[in-house]
């Protein structure tokens, strides 16, 4: 602890003598003349004069100096002046001095640097006015700052305050700034300190830049400038401030349709994805999987037990054996990629025990849906005990790639990366699953089999394998879907109990045995989710609603969106 | 050969009479004996009280299931909204004011939301575990059997119903309690609820409730309405196109299954004492189905054979193996459906079916009938076949 501090003033020290090589004297000289200086208000004076100066060395300064580094030396003749000590002590505890003044060593009348003990001398005094004054300065110097995002902070700050004094900052910003991201921010910053101004032209240019801008943080200044406007009885104002308003709503609007229709069509996405390989297992073989969200769990486990592989690996104990799975200790790009290979193999582990699920269990009640219900119940039981007993009964940590973390914000609008993927994940997918149904012999002899399998077998079609490799797919798909869901929910033993009821009303909604029923009925529920949410602003009562809303839905088309036409009569 | 069958179900039907009235008689009158003379222990008493509430919950299972086809993954709601009705009565018979505490902490100083306040008398919320259970399964019923849904959209239909249902009852907006539910309860009607006289009145009223179930249910499926129930089960068109409306008889039936569904919540709430939304979620009502489909489905005394036996094995796994029940549960589950489509009650028929067909290598039939002796071949077949009733149960089983 100490060491750091150490440390870290030593950087100081060194960051402070870097400078100095540029010789930046006069703001140097004016600190120090408003330390030494007696009088308050020139000394907050002389530190205000700081804000127009463009020097990347005055944050540090005064900030030292609000952090009370600064002592005040008198030398034996002559004016006192102030110093800084170095870090550095040797056995007499005296350290070497430096100047505020120019950044120089200290020398005595011979030449020699002066060295100095901390407790010969006092320490600069700071009260809350000349913080003030110092913090004030900080705040606008920010906004030279070389790098754009505190430049934005710091036009945002001086907005958001409404401090008029530095109006003509502002406007001298506005000028230099290029990046459009700030420039946007200083003129919504210059519009808010406008419509504090007493002036009422001022204010009303203000509230012109503002409706000009509509951005949706001046929203409650605005209404505050209103108000203001309204007891002041200036209708000119008023009828500009209400201009002002309401072109900001209709900003808002517009950011929370388009919002509400990204995450609805993502949250569609969601739903499509996980509900896909049901649509195949279900919709397509007549199979009701209640392990479907289990299958779900072994890909997002997959994708765990992967990530830890490209890491430290993983020790499992279930059953009471221990299990060590060696890790590759991977980092960096490496250890990101490891998403990529958790995608296929998540894929393929799914596929293999929904095979074996197939096998074991399905293949004798095909004739009998709702038994294939139970019997999977069943095994969904045991599987989620399975989770439990290997990877605990808690959440495991799956960590997001880089490239799925992050977001983009476009025109307020908030797009995050793992969403917009997810998006683009569902689209491959569906296409992907379209290819193999229909121009691939596996989705030819798959479309007979579900048709008709009586006749397929007729026809020398080996309809056991063919139903085999289906549930195959089916899973697959299901564990894919987990893989992904593991980079925006939870992983544990319960994942797939939270998707079951969602994935089993898209495939209803959507007409059993339908692909391009599930995906519509997907997308629409979770864009009536989004919708209902942000009018009710309550997620839970939106779910609910959005049940009620599928249950009398089916009234209206019992089989679903797209209906499978059929003479047969069940 | 028609005098010696209807000798045969005569006799049969004696058997029964008095298999349940010994069981009934045990249960009903010997064993609450037994218990004030603390040869059984309390806990025992208690726990027997729980399986038979269960118990109505299972046979709610199997009028659906097992006697119309219909699997309902609603039936835990309809059990656990019985059971709010009669916790609603035990919270304000909490002596709070008549205000249930955690309305206190919801800011209900003075007065009560508009659903609490009748709940003070006792006759109202029996009457509410009948009307709002059987209410709301008129309104789905209604609604998804005048759209001929059915088979396994019904299923996913009362899973979401009662998903939907889970997730109001888990918010505090609802004013009912919340996560937490209904718990605490102190008095009954006056009484102690958690004395052992009340503990013990409570055990004889549930074990006679499912006694009257029982009796009331093997009535009603010998009449002609149980017969349509049926036919409904085994084809449904064959009896839309015999001119019977279908839709009528599925609504009766799944309203009369929700109300004995809620009553058995509410026996529940009373003997458990507690009450909160895990009781209304789907695992729960396919807890239900396994006991039907173990006990033996299609029957009633299947039911209540199973919900007693899965619950006696859970209270033993669950304390002997915690980290296997669910491996147990769900492994037994499998065999059976698999292996057990007639469940418990089956086993004989299934058994002695495999033993015929086993018989015939060891001893071939001692001798061929003579020609012209047709009719005594079918007499032996019909006899032979007739005790088993595996007929309308096989149908179920490949369908």
């Known amino acids: ?570 | 050969m028609s005098l010696t069958t209807s000798t045969f179900f005569n006799n049969r039907r004696k058997a029964e009479i008095i298999i349940v009235g010994i069981i009934a008689i045990l249960m009903i009158v010997v064993f609450p004996i037994l218990n004030s003379n603390g040869v059984i222990s309390n806990f025992t008493l208690s726990i027997w009280g729980k399986y038979f509430s269960f118990a109505l919950l299972a046979i709610s299972v199997d009028m659906l299931w097992g006697y119309m086809g219909l699997l309902s993954l609603g039936q835990a709601l309809f059990f656990s909204l019985g059971g709010y009705m009669l916790g609603m009565y035990l919270m304000r018979a909490i002596d709070f004011n008549g205000i249930p505490p955690f309305l206190g902490f919801l800011g209900f100083k003075d007065s009560l939301p508009a659903i609490w306040q009748p709940f003070s008398s006792f006759p109202f919320a029996v009457a509410m575990v009948l009307i709002v259970p059987g209410l709301l399964a008129l309104a789905f019923g209604f609604l998804a059997f005048r759209s001929r849904i059915k088979g396994v959209y019904f299923s996913i239909l009362t899973q979401a119903l009662t998903y939907g249902a889970y997730l109001l009852f888990s918010r505090q907006e609802l004013r009912m309690g919340g996560d937490n539910g209904f718990t605490d309860f102190r008095t009954i009607l006056g009484y102690d609820i958690r004395s052992d006289e009340t503990q013990r009145t409570l055990y004889v009223i549930t074990a006679l409730t499912v006694l009257l179930t029982y009796i009331g249910l093997r009535w009603l499926n010998n009449t002609k309405f149980g017969l349509v129930q049926r036919a409904i089960r085994d084809s449904e068109n064959r009896v839309l196109f015999s001119g019977y409306a279908s839709a009528h008889y599925k609504l009766f039936i799944f309203v009369l299954s929700a109300m004995i569904a809620a009553i058995g919540g509410a026996l529940f709430v009373t003997q458990v004492r507690i009450i909160n939304p895990g009781e209304m979620t789907t695992v729960k009502s396919l807890e239900a189905v396994v006991w039907c489909a173990i006990g033996g489905r299609g029957t009633i005394v299947g039911p209540i054979i199973g919900a007693v036996g899965v619950n006696s094995l859970k209270s033993w796994a669950s304390r002997e193996y915690p980290d296997l029940w669910l491996f147990i549960l769900g492994l037994t589950f499998m065999f059976a459906v698999l292996f057990m489509p007639k469940g418990l009650v089956g086993l004989p028929a299934q058994l002695k079916s495999y033993w015929a067909k086993w018989r015939p290598k060891d001893e071939p039939d001692p001798s061929p009938s003579p020609p012209g002796d047709d009719l005594a071949i079918s007499d032996a077949v019909t006899e032979t076949n007739a005790p088993s009733t595996s007929a309308p149960a096989s149908n179920i089983a490949s369908k």
């Open chain 1, 1 to 570: 602890m100490k060491l750091s501090a150490v440390a870290l003033s030593c950087l100081l020290f060194l960051a402070h003598a870097l400078t100095t090589a540029q010789g930046q004297a006069p703001a140097r000289q004016i600190i120090n003349d408003a330390i030494v200086e007696e009088d308050q208000a020139k000394k907050r004076d002389l530190i205000g004069s700081l804000s127009l100066q463009a020097d990347d060395t005055i944050p540090g300064l005064l900030s030292a100096w609000s952090d009370g580094q600064y002592f005040l030396y008198t030398p034996p003749e002559g004016a006192p002046i102030a110093i800084e000590l170095g870090a550095e002590k040797d056995a007499a505890g005296t350290a070497a001095v430096t100047k505020i003044s120019d950044g120089q060593p200290l020398v005595d009348p011979a030449g020699q640097p002066v060295r100095l003990k901390a407790d010969q001398l006092t320490s600069v005094k700071t009260n809350i006015g000349i913080r003030r004054a110092i913090k004030g300065v900080l705040d606008v110097l920010e906004l030279g700052a070389t790098d754009p995002v505190k430049r934005l902070q710091a036009a945002k700050t001086v907005g958001y305050s409404q401090a008029l004094e530095k109006l003509p900052l502002l406007e001298k910003r506005l000028e230099a700034e290029t990046d459009p991201e700030v420039l946007k921010g200083v003129k919504e910053a210059v519009g808010l300190v406008k419509i504090k101004s007493p002036d009422d032209k001022v204010k009303l240019e203000g509230f012109q830049l503002l409706q000009e801008l509509q951005t949706l943080g001046s929203y409650d200044l605005i209404t505050a400038g209103l108000k203001q406007a309204e007891t002041a009885n200036n209708p000119e104002l008023v009828a500009a401030a209400t201009a002002a308003l309401k072109s900001v709503d209709s900003h808002r609007s517009f950011v929370n349709f388009f919002g509400t229709i990204f995450r609805g069509t993502s949250l569609g996405s969601i739903l499509l994805i996980a509900s896909l390989g049901l649509a195949i297992t279900f919709g397509l073989m007549g199979v009701i999987n209640m392990a479907h969200g289990e299958m779900i769990a072994v890909g997002a486990y997959t994708t765990y037990v992967v990530q830890n592989v490209f890491g430290a690996g993983l020790a499992l104990s279930p059953f009471g054996f221990s299990i060590m799975i060696p890790g590759m200790h991977a980092t960096g790009a490496w250890y990101q990629t490891y998403f990529l290979f958790a995608l296929p193999l998540s894929f393929i582990v799914a596929a293999g025990v929904g095979i074996l699920l197939e096998r074991g269990v399905i293949q004798f009640l095909y004739s009998r849906p709702l038994e294939s219900l139970l019997a999977t119940w069943g095994v969904s039981l045991v599987l989620q005990q399975l989770f439990r007993l290997t990877f605990g009964a808690n959440n495991v940590q799956v960590s997001s790639p880089v490239y799925l973390s992050g977001n983009w914000t476009i025109n307020d609008i908030v797009f995050n990366w793992n969403r917009v993927f997810v998006i683009g994940f569902a689209i491959l997918i569906v296409f992907g699953v379209w290819l193999i149904l229909t121009k691939t012999p596996l989705g030819l002899l798959i479309r007979a089999v579900m048709q008709n399998r009586n006749m397929a077998a007729c026809m020398g079609v080996r309809t056991n394998r063919v139903n085999m490799m289906t549930f195959g797919l089916g899973s697959g798909l299901a564990g894919l879907a987990g893989a992904f869901l593991s980079q925006i929910g939870n992983v544990g033993p319960s994942l797939g109990q939270t998707y079951i009821v969602d994935c089993f009303m898209t495939v209803v909604v959507g007409g059993v045995g339908n692909l391009v029923g599930t995906v519509v009925s997907a997308v629409g529920i979770g864009l009536a989710d989004q919708s209902i949410q942000q009018i009710l602003l309550n997620p839970v009562m939106g779910k609910v609603l959005v049940l009620l809303a599928i249950i009398l839905f089916l009234q209206w088309r019992p089989a679903g969106i797209f209906v499978t036409r059929s003479r047969s009569l069940d």
